[in-house]
Nanobody, 118 residues
Framework: QVQLVESGGGLVQAGGSLRLSCAAS????????ISWFRQAPGKEREFVAV????????HYADSVRGRFTISRDNAKNTVYLQMNSLKPEDTAVYYC???????????WGQGTQVTVSS
């Protein structure tokens, strides 16, 4: 069992920055891949960024590459999403997700709201 708790959302003006945190607890965290997803009102949930706990491999959606950075602090069991140059279209609820392949297991956090005003 893995628990994920997001924090750091809020209201920011366009061009501003926010840092989201995903605090993880549970067993065998190093076997999970941690992703950030987001869901805007009336839209499908979409992938934002992903990282591994141990290898540091990262990947980004085209819409955020160069503006967002995913990172992790293994000592704190926390994954961060640094969001710079925010745009109104980044407004969404941001979710943290943990995936493991063997066995196939997925956990979601409760989400944190990010609102970017123009």
């Amino acid at each position: 069992q893995v628990q994920l708790v997001e924090s750091g959302g809020g209201l920011v003006q366009a061009g501003g920055s926010l840092r989201l945190s995903c605090a993880a607890s549970g067993r065998a965290l190093s076997s999970y891949v941690i992703s950030w997803f987001r869901q805007a009102p009336g839209k499908e949930r979409e992938f934002v960024a992903v990282t591994t706990w141990s290898g540091g491999t990262t990947h980004y959606a085209d819409s955020v590459r160069g503006r967002f950075t995913i990172s992790r602090d293994n000592a704190k069991n926390t994954v961060y999403l640094q969001m710079n140059s925010l745009k109104p279209e980044d407004t969404a609820v941001y979710y943290c997700k943990a995936d493991r392949i063997n066995p196939i297991t997925t956990y979601w956090g409760q989400g944190t709201q990010v609102t970017v005003s123009s």
